[in-house]
């Protein structure tokens, strides 16, 4: 059996752009993916903690070092700039890996940088 399971968390991104025109998905800061473990086009959760809402899209890599967090296409409707955001990325494991599974979790401050090594 598989059990679906948080694999990678980025807690507290601060958006820094809307585009509306644009193909659709959220860029995010290369070096925040990689940190995160979060994969180019992989699929997120996104929440927003401005306004309630929830929605999936893909994960694009923008500029690294910038603390980019972009909503594109159809998401930039979701949020504004400014809003804090919380992107899960998800796996699935057998239940007896789940069960020592640890996802990777990054705080970050208002500029999107790590506010610690993430755990």
């Known amino acids: 059996m598989l059990v679906t ?3 990678a968390k980025l807690h ?3 958006v820094t752009e809307a585009a509306l025109e644009y193909e ?3 860029t ?9 473990g ?4 992989e699929k997120v959760l996104v929440a927003n903690l401005a306004n309630g809402e929830r929605f999936e899209t893909y994960a694009i ?10 909503l594109n296409g159809a ?9 804090r955001l919380i992107i899960f990325a998800f ?13 990777r979790v990054l705080l970050l401050d208002s500029a999107n940088r790590p506010k610690s090594p993430a755990t």
């Open 5 to 7: 399971m948080l694999k």
């Open 12 to 14: 507290h991104a601060t």
């Open 24 to 26: 659709g998905s959220i």
């Open 28 to 36: 995010i800061d290369a070096e925040l993916l990689r940190a995160a």
């Open 38 to 41: 979060i994969l180019r086009y």
């Open 61 to 70: 890599d923008g500029p690294p070092g910038t603390g980019t967090i972009v």
């Open 75 to 83: 998401t930039a409707h979701k949020g504004a700039v400014g809003h």
């Open 91 to 103: 796996c699935q494991l057998p239940a007896e890996e789940a069960a020592e599974h640890t996802p």
